[in-house]
Structure formats: C-alpha cells, structure tokens
C-alpha cells in the first residue's frame, strides 16, 4: 500500500515553526529529548505554579474577607450564627483561585484563555458581530444549548441543577457575608425592608406573595435542583455507559451533596411550620456541614466546571469569528474542513509547546489520522515481522 500522492505533496510543503514531516504523512516516532532538561522541568515548573497558584488564592481569600468586612459595615450587619458559611466561601475563593491557576498554566489551557480573552474584548469581532457575545452568553453559557444535541433529559435536567444553583448563590452568599439583611418595619411585622450595605432596597409585606417569595427563595431553589440531581443520580446507576466510567468521588458525591443539601433545606421549613420546631436544631448542623462541604469541595472536584464554563464563551466566540472570516481549515489529505484556521494554528502552537513532536497530526481530519496510523504500522512495524 502506498500513500497518495496528494499526503506527499502537503508534507513536503513547508510549514513555519513546525517539525518536517516524511513522505506519507506526519512523522510517528517522537522525537528524543534530554533526559535531563525534562526532569529539570518536570521539577521546576510544579514550584512555580504551585507558588503562582497559593498566591493568587491568598490574594483572592484576603479580598473577599475585606469585602465581607466593609460590604457588612464593619461586621455591624454580619451575623455570626452564619459565620461557618462565610469561613467556607473563604476557602471557597482560595480553592477556586489556586485551581484556575494551576489550569491556566498548563500550555493548552494557557493558549485556549489567553485567544478567548483576546477575542472577547477586539474591536473588530464587536464591529463584525455586535451580537455574537450576548448570544453565546445565554445560548452556551445560560441554556446550555450543546447539552440539548446529546440529549433533552439530560438538558431539562442540567437546567434545573443550574438555575436552582444560581438562585441559591445569590440569595445565600449576600446574606451569609452580611451584605444583605431582612428588618422587621414595624417591629413585629407584617411590613419587613430589605437593605443591602444599609441602604434600603425595597420594603414588603411578608404576608403577601412578594414577601413569600423572599422568605422562600431557597426553597425554590431546592424544588428545582432535586429532580435534576435526581435523574442524573437514576442515570449514573441505570445506565451502561455512565457505570462504565463513573467514579464515586467525582460523579456521585457531587449529586449527593447537592440533594443532602436541597432536603436538610426543605426541611427545615417543614420543620418550622408544622412540626413547630421539632428536630430543627440538628436539621440546622447537619444543613452547615452539607454546605460546608460542598463548598470546600467545589475547587477540587466535578464542581470546578462551573467555574471553568466561562472561559468557554470566550473559545467559543474565537472560533465564531475565525468561521465568519471563512478561515475554515481544510484536511491536509482529503481536503474536508476541520476547524477554523486559527484554532487548528492554535492547537499546533500547544503541541509544540509540550514538545510532542507530531503537531502536523493537527492538520488531518480524524479519518486520515485513522489511515495514515494504518499505514504507518503497515508499513513501519509489521512489516518487521516475518
């Protein structure tokens, strides 16, 4: 079996800043480093970052405690029976801070941050597509449209983790540094002001739905993020192909926490409406350490993809604009468009960073690289055998 013509013709073109390839495709055989230089950098390179990353944590936890301080007019509105939430978002920033770090450092999370960043504040892709941005925020950021491709349930699932997750960020952690407080106008009610930094935001009255809406926030939040973590915790015991890879830690802690925390929550209120207080007490530890956990967990597990997801609108809207330029790359082999141009030059630039010694492998469709993996053990290694 031989090459076509076409696979010679492109690897003998030469490509700038990257490795030659032989006829018949991109060279398999990596090439030998020093020994020395890489144990050199496999030993620097963690102090480093790891430095970088403790830094950036301590820095992040050091200005969320002075925001919690001045946002709660020196601790005058902090309440202190909620001081173990706010020691857990302490840890949370440092935890989410050290981690982002240490990702954006790895060269191909480095290069993907810095084109999405780029490309997120250029003049020309505003001026090309003024509305490209806000879309993207709310089809992949909001709706998670790419989940409804895979499918539906998982989607409607995914939507009431996500949205019930939100609604609870926002009510819980102004509440819990002191940012936001709830005082009675009369004194023994109905009429109740919400102040934020004390200044009042709105007055309400709790009897009425806005103020049963206020009161019960998290309650919704609850309602919506239980069948959600509840058909992905059915789905990570029922089917096949989630069984076959799940790891308890990483795919079943996650769901846990968040229905340990949803119930403990709902019962609370039941708690206090019918059972006049009964068990609330223990109801209210065992709902702090659920929460506690979990937000000390999120840096460091499944979780830490909501912080990540960001950054993606960023990689989403540089490949838009490379597509809108008609900057499609084509298959070096078979002339099929791969990617946008500056995304498969991108991916190359990270190859070579990590000196792989095979980034042309970037410029083929999957099917080529199947083919010419093919021949090269066709030709290269069984061949040897007699």
């Known amino acids: 079996m031989t090459e076509p013509p076409e696979v010679r013709a492109a690897a003998e073109r030469p490509d700038p800043g990257a490795h030659t390839d032989p006829p018949g495709g991109p060279d398999l055989r990596q090439p030998s480093?020093?020994?020395?230089?890489?144990?050199?950098?496999?030993?620097?390179?963690?102090?480093?970052?790891n430095g970088?990353?403790?830094?950036a944590g301590a820095v992040v936890s050091?200005?969320?405690?002075?925001?919690i301080v001045l946002g709660s007019r020196l601790l005058h509105d902090f309440d202190s029976a909620l001081l173990p939430y706010a020691v857990a978002t302490v840890f949370l920033a440092f935890g989410?801070?050290?981690?982002?770090?240490?990702?954006?450092?790895?060269?191909?999370?480095?290069?993907?941050?810095?084109?999405?960043?780029?490309?997120?504040?250029?003049?020309?892709?505003?001026r090309k597509a003024p509305t490209a941005l806000p879309k993207m925020t709310a089809t992949y950021l909001g709706f998670q449209k790419f989940l409804g491709a895979r499918s539906h349930a998982r989607w409607a699932a995914h939507q009431l983790i996500f949205w019930g997750c939100v609604l609870a960020a926002?009510?819980?952690?102004?509440?819990?540094?002191?940012?936001?407080?709830?005082?009675?106008?009369?004194?023994?009610?109905?009429?109740?002001?919400?102040?934020?930094?004390?200044?009042?935001?709105?007055g309400f009255d709790s009897l009425n739905i806005v103020g049963w809406l206020m009161f019960h926030g998290l309650d919704i939040a609850a309602v919506l993020v239980i069948p959600g973590a509840g058909y992905f915790l059915w789905r990570r015991m029922k089917d096949r192909g989630a069984v076959t890879g799940q790891r308890f830690a990483y795919d079943m802690v996650p769901l846990l926490a968040l229905i340990t925390i949803s119930v403990t929550g709902l019962l609370l209120t039941f708690s206090s409406i019918f059972l006049r207080g009964g068990g609330y007490e223990f109801l209210a530890i065992l709902h702090m350490v659920?929460?506690?956990?979990?937000?000390?967990?999120?840096?460091?597990?499944?979780?830490?993809?909501?912080?990540?997801?960001?950054?993606?609108?960023?990689?989403?809207?540089?490949?838009?604009?490379?597509?809108?330029d008609d900057e499609i790359f084509p298959c070096r082999r078979c002339g099929e468009a791969i990617d946008t141009?500056?995304?498969?030059?991108?991916?190359?630039?990270?190859?070579?960073?990590?000196?792989?010694?095979?980034?042309?492998?970037?410029?083929?469709?999957?099917?080529c690289k199947r083919v010419l993996r093919g021949n090269a053990y066709l030709h290269q290694v069984k061949k040897g055998f007699k």
């Open 33 to 49: 480093r020093s020994s020395a230089a890489v144990a050199k950098a496999a030993g620097a390179l963690p102090r480093s970052v």
């Open 96 to 126: 989410v801070a050290y981690r982002y770090t240490v990702w954006v450092s790895a060269p191909g999370a480095r290069r993907l941050f810095r084109s999405g960043w780029r490309s997120l504040f250029s003049k020309e892709n505003f």
């Open 52 to 55: 970088r990353a403790a830094l």
């Open 341 to 367: 141009g500056p995304y498969v030059e991108n991916l190359r630039g990270t190859m070579r960073d990590l000196e792989l010694g095979f980034d042309a492998w970037a410029e083929y469709c999957p099917r």
């Open 290 to 324: 659920s929460v506690v956990f979990t937000l000390i967990y999120i840096p460091f597990g499944k979780f830490f993809h909501i912080v990540q997801r960001p950054a993606a609108v960023g990689m989403q809207l540089f490949k838009y604009t490379g597509r809108q």
């Open 62 to 67: 050091a200005l969320l405690v002075l925001a």
């Open 170 to 202: 926002l009510i819980t952690f102004p509440l819990t540094w002191g940012w936001f407080t709830f005082t009675s106008g009369s004194g023994s009610g109905p009429g109740y002001e919400m102040r934020m930094w004390g200044i009042k935001i709105i």
